[in-house]
């Protein structure tokens, strides 16, 4: 289990489930940290399957995360080091073993049962396999954490990764642009170059005014005029990826039709 388990809080709940079966405990929590006063208590168990409040007891902990071994305590009363412990009394606590999460000389944390009476399986055998336990879920649970580390770290160099390929894809736009841009720059030039003599026209228009048709005329190659320069501007800004402002206005669609 401990191999195939991907999650995190599954792994916990699956070993403290078997051995609170084996040993016979009340509950049983796994508490994560490397400060024995400010363990995070990340899962816990109790056989009833009620959520019972549990707090780490500091003397236990001082013990297992600063000495890095087990405590097993078959009488905690008879115990001079947990007799006045205030977080066992609270949770009634009379028999207990706790090992340390030790995995290649660190510790992550700890892994406790509690017994509220005497007579249970808490003994030197029952530490015995809760230290090994505890080893094995410190290697599978370092095991989980580099994978999550490599997913995250893969996960960012993917997103680096599209951020630099959409990078690119903008800046090869934009050298496109910026040649189109060149290009429809040199053609409005020689567009209004070539424009020029229409100016002739309204200014013949001008000079013979009583020529009605001469003036329909002259106003169909102004029009043409300016419909070719409003091509050309849209070309260039287009071109230069600026945004242009349009005039919106209601128009009586039918009418217009």
């Known amino acids: 289990m401990l191999e195939r388990e991907e999650e995190e809080e599954a792994l916990f709940v699956h070993v403290l489930d078997l051995l609170l079966k084996v040993v016979g405990a009340d509950r049983a929590y796994i508490a994560v940290g490397s400060d024995p006063a400010a363990l995070d208590i990340r899962t816990h168990r109790h056989i009833t399957g009620r959520d019972a409040p549990l707090r ?3 003397t236990m902990a ?4 600063g000495e890095k071994k087990g405590v097993v305590l078959e009488d ?8 006045e412990s205030v977080s066992m009394n609270l949770a009634a606590t009379r028999a207990l073993v706790a090992a340390p999460l030790l995995h290649a000389g660190t510790v992550y944390g700890l892994i406790a049962l509690e017994s509220g009476e005497l007579g249970s399986r808490v003994d030197e055998a029952s530490l ?5 336990v505890g080893a094995s879920v410190a290697a599978a649970w370092a095991r989980l954490r580099l994978t999550k580390q490599r997913e995250e770290t893969i996960r960012e160099l993917k997103e680096s990764q599209d951020q630099l390929r959409a990078t690119q894809n903008q800046l090869v736009r934009r050298q496109q642009l910026a040649a189109v841009g060149r290009l ?3 053609i409005a030039h020689e567009v209004k170059n070539q424009l020029s ?7 013949i228009a001008k000079r013979y005014p009583e020529d009605a048709d001469f003036k329909e005329s002259a106003d169909m190659v102004a029009e043409a005029q300016r419909h070719i320069l409003d091509l050309v501007n849209e070309v260039r800004t287009f071109a230069s990826g600026a945004q242009r402002d349009y005039d919106r206005n209601r128009e009586d669609l039918v009418g217009l039709v």
């Open 76 to 83: 905690r009363q008879a115990d001079e080091r947990f007799s």
């Open 56 to 58: 780490v007891s500091r």
């Open 62 to 65: 001082r013990t297992v995360i």
């Open 197 to 203: 003599p229409f100016a002739l026209v309204q200014m």
């Open 128 to 132: 015995e396999l809760v230290t090994v």
């Open 184 to 186: 429809a720059a040199g």
